[in-house]
């Protein structure tokens, strides 16, 4: 009996030194790291020149490299000239990789890629009027091309209310 009561206490003494040191139990440091490595996992959807289009999981951090390498590497007609391989890609964004020769202004799915639309496919997109398609363009030649298309807003006269409404017609790659 004594030996059982001796044997409890030790353990709890144990537990209590282990969480005193880091304020974590081991199983506490367990559930951190699956959570940790749910979180780290991302979705992006990849098509055009690749040799396997589809969704893939990849991880937080990854680049247009990686989601290339993902879908089987590059078409052989793949134009790479136009993509940021070097790109840091977030959850749920559709990487379109152009052939040689396509217009990339318009992607597949309809949307106006604000990084190579000239001024009157800017004017296509819902919203824009000649003034915000005369300063996307001149901002593009001021400070290059946008990272994401958030960045628009950084373009005078497109704040939240206009971004909201352009957003869903167009991309930054």
Do not use: C, W
Request: aromatic letters at 6%.
């Amino acid at each position: 009996m004594i030996i059982a009561v001796l044997f409890i206490l030790t353990g709890l003494a144990g537990a209590y030194i282990e969480k005193a040191n880091d304020g974590f139990t081991q199983a506490d440091r367990a559930a951190k790291m699956v959570s940790d490595e749910i979180n780290d996992s991302i979705k992006v959807h990849i098509k055009g020149a690749v040799k396997k289009e589809g969704v893939y999981s990849l991880t937080d951090g990854d680049r247009v490299a990686d989601a290339i390498n993902s879908a089987g590497g590059l078409s052989d007609s793949a134009d790479v000239e136009k993509v940021n391989l070097a790109r840091f890609i977030k959850d749920g964004e559709e990487i379109f990789i152009p052939t040689a020769g396509e217009n990339f202004s318009v992607t597949k799915s309809g949307v106006v890629n604000i990084n190579e639309a000239d001024f009157e496919t800017l004017k296509t997109i819902p919203g824009i009027s000649d003034t915000l398609a005369q300063r996307i363009i001149d901002y593009r030649n001021e400070n290059g091309k946008f990272g994401d298309t958030v960045e628009i807003k950084k373009v005078s006269g497109i704040g939240d209310k206009i971004y909201a409404r352009i957003m869903p017609y167009i991309t930054a790659q």
